[in-house]
């Protein structure tokens, strides 16, 4: 340790990069006082002479006072450790307007920085040091901290603050917020997510008034399963709405429910604040569902012959329809129907009620698809059948 000490005193080391070198030891200590207080002792160390004698022995040693830190600019740093307020004041008033309680410092060190660090540590060795950008997070971090009052948090920051150390630049990186809610689309003929195809869909109904409350820059829909454009759910359907780099993060929820439920397409309940574990489980849930569905018949058929529909109870074998083959792999799956319900409305109508497991498609459970699906009400009543209008009526409770 007394060699290595030597060697960083012969250089032009500032207090700061003196004392990293040594994190490991003399805890309870910044690696500026670290350094303060090595670096006095090394003045009385090698000022006396006697220290390659007996570094235990300071008896006799002269104490020479000296202005703390080297006479030129630190040959490591380059001067950044005595500037960090003036970078901190940079990332302070980039934070003004930002509505945030937690943050995370982050750093990309210059290529001199790095050069120099590296070279230092191939000539002492790296057995007590800290790295540089270590220390410039925690001492940043500190500063920010001490000027906004918010807490510095490592897992999962509200903001993080990212310093560009080539060129001085500082980088918010906002992460965005999630609100977890309910929502029905009573109007058929909008997506459930952002399509150009569709003037609007789900998503934008609930994400432009979010963005309005959130001062953010985007969003994004996650849904629990999707409806058929063409179908209305009249179910309370759980999702998330993301909300990229908002300067708001705790918009009133009272008055987004009012917000979105000023339209006739779309209707919310249930908001509050969740995180990204929550989509997760949203997106992963597999609730059974019911559905109405109106089914036309090409030729009609006596009441007692819609009694054979209760077969359709049980496993059913579907490979990927027709109408989304473009967009999805050609598989074969199976999925079960739990129950049938039949009302007969003419002989050649009559609405149907199915609840079946997440990812059955109804519409082919009705026409067959050429006989991709099997059974089917086509196939079971003998005559071909479409399905004219589809509802979701239900879906099962899941813990989120």
């Known amino acids: 340790m007394i060699e290595v000490l030597k060697k960083l005193i012969r250089k032009s080391v500032c207090d700061s990069c003196l004392g990293r070198q040594f994190s490991q030891l003399l805890s309870g200590l910044t690696n500026r006082e670290r350094g303060r207080a090595l670096r006095t002792v090394a003045a009385m160390m090698f000022d006396s002479g006697t220290a390659d004698a007996d570094p235990s022995n300071f008896s006799g040693f002269r104490l020479r006072f000296r202005k703390p830190g080297p006479e030129k600019e630190c040959s490591v740093c380059f001067g950044l450790f005595d500037n960090l307020e003036k970078l901190a004041e940079k990332a302070i008033k980039k934070l003004k307007g930002i509505e945030f309680d937690t943050f995370l410092v ?49 897992e999962k920051p509200d903001v993080v603050v990212l310093f560009d150390l080539e060129n001085g630049d500082v980088e918010l990186r906002v992460n965005p917020i999630y609100i977890f809610g309910y929502y029905q689309k009573l109007v058929r003929g909008i997506p459930q997510c952002r399509w150009d195809k569709y003037r609007t869909s789900v998503e934008e109904l609930v994400g432009k008034p979010a963005l309005k409350l959130t001062k ?101 074998r579907q490979r990927t329809p027709t109408r989304v083959l473009h967009r999805r792999s050609d598989l074969e799956r199976e999925r079960k ?25 109804i519409k082919e459970l009705v026409s067959g698809d050429d006989g991709r699906t099997s059974p089917s009400v086509s196939e079971i009543l003998g005559v071909p059948a479409k399905c004219a209008e589809l509802d979701v009526i239900e879906i099962d409770r899941v813990e989120l």
Request: aromatic share 6%; with cysteine.
């Open 106 to 154: 982050g750093c990309v060190p210059s290529r001199k920085l790095s050069e120099a660090e590296e070279k230092l540590w191939e000539e002492i060795g790296i057995e007590y040091c800290e790295p540089l950008k270590a220390e410039f997070n925690r001492e940043m971090g500190k500063l920010i901290q001490k000027a906004t009052g918010k807490t510095a948090d490592l």
């Open 216 to 316: 953010g820059s985007d969003h994004r829909f996650h849904g629990m399963g999707r409806e058929d454009v063409s179908a209305r759910c009249l179910a309370w359907r759980p999702f998330v709405i993301e909300i990229k780099e908002p300067r708001v993060r705790k918009p009133d929820l009272a008055k987004l429910e009012g917000m979105v439920n000023r339209s006739s397409f779309v209707k919310v309940r249930g908001l509050r604040f969740c995180d990204a574990e929550t989509v997760r489980k949203v997106k992963s849930a597999r609730p059974d569902k019911t559905y109405r569905a109106l089914v036309v018949l090409r030729s009609p058929v006596k009441p007692e012959d819609l009694e054979k529909l209760k077969s359709l109870v049980g496993p059913v």
């Open 337 to 361: 129907v739990k129950s049938v319900k039949v009302r007969r409305i003419t002989s050649r109508k009559f609405e149907l009620i199915v609840k079946a497991e997440a990812g059955l498609y």
